[in-house]
C-alpha cells in the first residue's frame, strides 16, 4: 500500500506491456485506480489516423448551423443517440448546466437483437462524409483497448482475466464527440461540472487542451496531465459498485481555460464502456471484509442503474 499511497500524480503506463508482462501491467494501472480512480494510458493500438479523421469529423459536424445539428435532437431520447444541444446536461447536483454540446454514437444492433429496446438505433448527420464508418470504426478500437484493461483490473482484484468479457459482451457503451466552444469572461458555470461517471470505464481521447481536473482524496483539485495521444482512463460507478469502492468513481471537472486560451475550443472524445443492460451489478465478494463492509448490499442491474443516474443529470 505504500506504493499507491506516495502516488503524487496520475502516472502514464504503457498497454503495450500488457502483452508481455500481464501481471505487472495489471499492478500498475490497478493501483493507479485505487489511489485516484484515474490512469494515463500509452500504447493504447488506437490507430493515430483513426483519431485524426475522427477529430475532423467531429469538428466538422459542430461548426454546422444551429439549426441543422437541432435536427439531429432526439426529444426524449434521454441523450443517449445523436445531437445534445450546448447548455443541457448538467452536473449532478448542480442547477448550472455545462457550457458543451455533444454526440452520441452507440453500438450498432442487427435488426431483431434482444437488447434493441434498451439500445436504440444511431442517428447519422448526412452532412458529413465518412461519419458513419469513421465513429463504427472507432467505437470498436475502444472497446479493445477498453476490454484490455478491464481485463488488467480483473487480474488485479485476484480475478481470472476474462472476468468481465461477458459482462461487456453487447455492452451498452457509449461513443461521445464532446464540443467545448470559445467562451467569454463571464461565461455562466464551467465547461463541465464535478461528476463521476456512470459506466464502468471510461477511456477519454483529446484531454490535451487542459482543464481536466480530478479531486484528489485531500480535498484539492489535481490537473490531469497527459502527452499528445495518450489516453486517460477513470473507473465509473458501476464499477465503484462492483468493488465496494476499492477503485473509487473520483469526481472531476473541466475548467474553463485561462485568459489567453478562451478564444480556443476544446474537443474530445470520450467512450464510455458500459456492460450489457441485464448485467446484475453486485459486489464482488472479495472486496468485502471486515474493514469495508458491503456498501452496495441491493444489486441493480447495469439498464435500471444507468436510466437512475441519467434522470439525475437532467438527460431523463
Known amino acids: 500500500m505504500t506504493a499507491i499511497a506516495d502516488m503524487q500524480h496520475v502516472p502514464s503506463v504503457s498497454l503495450a506491456t500488457s502483452d508481455t508482462d500481464p501481471d505487472g501491467f495489471a499492478q500498475a494501472i490497478g493501483q493507479s485506480f485505487e489511489r485516484f480512480g484515474f490512469a494515463v494510458v500509452a500504447d493504447h493500438g488506437i490507430p493515430a489516423d483513426l483519431i485524426a479523421r475522427a477529430e475532423e469529423s467531429a469538428k466538422a459536424f459542430f461548426a454546422l448551423p ?67 464508418s469513421t465513429y463504427i470504426a472507432l467505437f470498436a478500437a475502444f472497446e479493445t483497448a477498453g476490454q484490455r484493461i478491464l481485463a488488467a483490473i480483473a487480474r488485479y482484484l485476484g480475478l481470472a482475466p476474462d472476468h468481465f468479457d461477458d459482462a461487456i459482451a453487447d455492452g451498452n457503451s457509449i461513443l461521445r464527440l464532446l464540443h467545448y466552444p470559445p467562451i467569454g469572461p463571464d461565461a455562466p458555470g464551467i465547461r463541465a461540472g464535478a461528476h463521476e461517471d456512470i459506466n464502468a470505464i471510461t477511456l477519454l481521447l483529446g484531454a ?78 472479495q472486496t468485502i471484509t471486515a474493514d469495508r463492509p458491503d456498501a452496495f448490499p441491493e444489486p441493480i442491474t447495469a439498464n435500471d442503474y444507468l436510466l437512475e443516474r441519467l434522470r439525475e443529470i437532467k438527460l431523463g
Request: net charge neutral; no cysteine; glycine share 8%.
Open 66 to 132: 444551429d439549426d441543422a445539428k437541432r435536427a439531429y435532437f432526439v426529444e426524449g431520447g434521454m441523450g443517449q443517440r445523436g445531437y445534445t444541444p450546448f447548455r443541457v446536461e448538467t452536473a449532478k447536483g448542480e442547477t448550472i448546466a455545462d457550457l458543451k454540446e455533444f454526440w452520441h454514437v452507440g453500438r450498432e444492433l442487427p435488426a431483431g437483437h434482444r437488447y434493441a429496446a434498451d439500445m436504440p438505433a444511431n442517428l447519422w448527420p448526412a452532412e458529413i462524409a465518412d461519419f458513419r
Open 208 to 285: 490535451e487542451e487542459g482543464g481536466l481536473q480530478l479531486l484528489d482524496r485531500d480535498g484539492r483539485w489535481l490537473a490531469v496531465e497527459i502527452e499528445p495521444g495518450e489516453l486517460v482512463v477513470n473507473i465509473g460507478d458501476m464499477l465503484q459498485r462492483l468493488t465496494n469502492k476499492r477503485l473509487p468513481s473520483t469526481s472531476h471537472r473541466v475548467m474553463n481555460p485561462p485568459p489567453e486560451r478562451r478564444g480556443f475550443a476544446r474537443y474530445s472524445m470520450p467512450f464510455f464502456l458500459h456492460f450489457r443492460p441485464d448485467y446484475l451489478i453486485r459486489t464482488l465478494p
